[in-house]
């Protein structure tokens, strides 16, 4: 009997266990399984409902991006000329390096162990200065060394002179070169031609002290002479004419006596009248008259040769920079090479930032406008130094950052403007940090010049006759409204409200979108609004 009232219990025990089994799983499979109402259900979209922003105040600028190189300002090449050399155009030293600053009286380079001096000009070396040119070059030159406080002679002559001469000597002396020299051709023409002038002057001193001879007259004593013939001839006159008044037997008239001797007094009353007149010095003076034109032209002759002997300049020794002092960029020789026409490119001394933009962008530039660059997080001022038309150089591949639209290449050169930059004061960090560098340029172009109220570009949306809405959210239950409103200045997704149908707030909520919507069907609902 008690054996099988055990038995009994375990059959419940089990059947008790089997059931709180049976109920687990079930409450399991439950939540497992979804019946196809829920599931239809729970696809349904999402009861749709407005996406809203609110109105803010801020500032709403717009901006240019340009890029641009970093550079130094004015590059100029440097050349000279070697016709003259009559040979190679050898480097012997002075080879500046890059970064060096060349200033006047410079000298950039040697060349055959002759310096090439920088002064300052605008018109380049074409030719050799030298006595008896003149010109524009010979004006620039006196200018130039005048700025050095070299007396040049007449700056407001254009020809080479004694003057001009002696300053270029004092422009080789103060950069430690002997002047140029004329050659000993033109010394021994020198040396002739004072010869020339010497014998000229004793020809004319010789026939000086002819002439001033001739000019004296006859000796006293000849006019003694001369006087006393004229006293005998009279009494020997007066003798004749007593015996024949009162002839006698030992004194007899002589008629002919008497014709004699008047005959004889006349001549010697004549050679005394000659002797008191002027001597005929024609012959003298001539004489005169030629040696001294003889001379005149061998001092002339002496003027010249002393006029070549001037010191010259040289067209391979100088070379004229625009504005100084400069820094060297690029040097092309090298000491113990040759060289023919440009050896060098200097620059200014302030760094620029040459960048290329279309024409539309340009126009919206002026000299004066202030943008920046980035340098190590760091916004550094930049100011537009000038914009002027250039060739269109789309930037490298390289130099675009990440996400930036390229340049179009191809592009007409006259679509395009070269922008120059300048930056202000730098650090010698920062310079050699920026050199030679490609950097993007930002330059504010319009602003609302303080906050004013702005809504993203998507809460607009155009009316039936074109005006701009936004859609005013409503509260507490209340529908949403359209405001119609007048837009200002957009950049960077949000757009100025200048003006509005009803009064609106910065935090007035306006609807930008509808959510658990399709895109295309909010797109599309949007256009028949």
């Known amino acids: 009997m008690s054996t099988q009232v055990t038995g009994g219990r375990r059959t419940i025990v089990v059947m008790a266990v089997v059931a709180v089994v049976c109920l687990a799983a079930g409450v399991l499979l439950s939540r497992l399984i979804v019946s196809p109402g829920k599931a239809a259900a729970d696809a349904a979209p999402p009861t749709a409902g407005p996406i809203t922003v609110p109105v803010e105040s801020r500032v709403i600028a717009n901006e240019l991006v340009i890029r641009g190189d970093i550079g130094y300002d004015d590059p100029v090449a440097l050349r000279v000329e070697t016709g003259d050399l009559g040979g190679p155009a050898v480097v012997t030293g002075q080879v500046p390096v890059v970064g060096a600053e060349i200033g006047p009286a410079s000298v950039a380079l040697e060349i055959v162990g002759r310096p090439v001096i920088v002064l300052p000009g605008d018109l380049p070396t074409y030719r050799s200065l030298r006595a008896g040119v003149s010109g524009p070059d010979v004006r620039q030159l006196k200018a130039a060394l005048g700025a050095l ?75 003694i002479g001369l006087d006393t013939a004229v006293t005998v001839a009279q009494a020997t006159l007066d003798q004749e004419q007593g015996r024949c008044a009162a002839p006698t037997e030992d004194a007899p008239c002589s008629p002919i006596a008497v014709v004699e001797a008047q005959g004889t007094l006349a001549q010697a009353q004549a050679a005394r009248a000659e002797a008191g007149n002027p001597a005929d010095t024609g012959a003298e003076r001539a004489a005169v008259a030629s040696a001294q034109s003889q001379l005149a032209a061998a001092r002339e002759d002496q003027t010249e040769a002393q006029a070549a002997t001037l010191t010259p300049l040289p067209a391979s020794e100088i070379v004229y920079v625009p504005s100084l002092p400069r820094r060297v960029d690029v040097v092309e020789a090298t000491r113990g090479g040759t060289i023919t026409g440009e050896f060098m490119s200097v620059s200014g001394a302030t760094i620029q930032i040459t960048g290329s933009a279309t024409r539309a962008d340009a126009e919206l530039l002026t000299v004066g406008t202030v943008g920046s660059i980035t340098l190590d997080d760091q916004e550094l001022p930049v100011t537009v130094a000038a914009v002027k038309d250039a060739t269109a150089t789309p930037a490298a591949p390289d130099a675009q950052d990440e996400g930036e639209e390229p340049d179009e290449p191809n592009e007409p050169t006259g679509d395009r403007r070269t922008v120059i930059f300048t930056l202000g004061s730098l650090t010698p960090e920062q310079v050699l940090a920026l050199q030679n560098t490609n950097v993007r340029v930002r330059v504010p172009v319009s602003s609302t010049q303080g906050e004013v109220l702005a809504v993203p570009l998507a809460a607009l949306t155009a009316g039936p006759g074109g005006e701009s809405r936004v859609e005013l959210a409503g509260s507490g239950g209340e529908a949403s409204s359209l405001v119609t409103v007048t837009t200002g200045l957009a950049a960077d997704g949000y757009v100025e409200i200048a003006g509005s149908e009803s009064p609106l707030v910065a935090g007035d909520l306006v609807v930008v979108g509808v959510a658990g919507t399709d895109d295309k069907a909010a797109d599309a609902e949007a256009d028949d609004e």
Not at 185 to 191: M, S
């Open 149 to 223: 406080g070299i007396d040049a002679g007449n700056p407001d002559s254009d020809a080479y002179d004694a003057a001009t001469a002696a300053g270029v000597r004092a422009l080789y002396q103060r950069v430690g070169y002997e002047p140029p020299s004329a050659g000993e051709e033109l010394q021994d023409a020198v040396a002739a031609a004072r010869d020339g002038v010497r014998a000229a002057q004793d020809a004319l001193s010789a026939a000086q002290r002819e002439l001033s001879g001739a000019a004296v007259g006859p000796l006293q004593s000849v006019l």
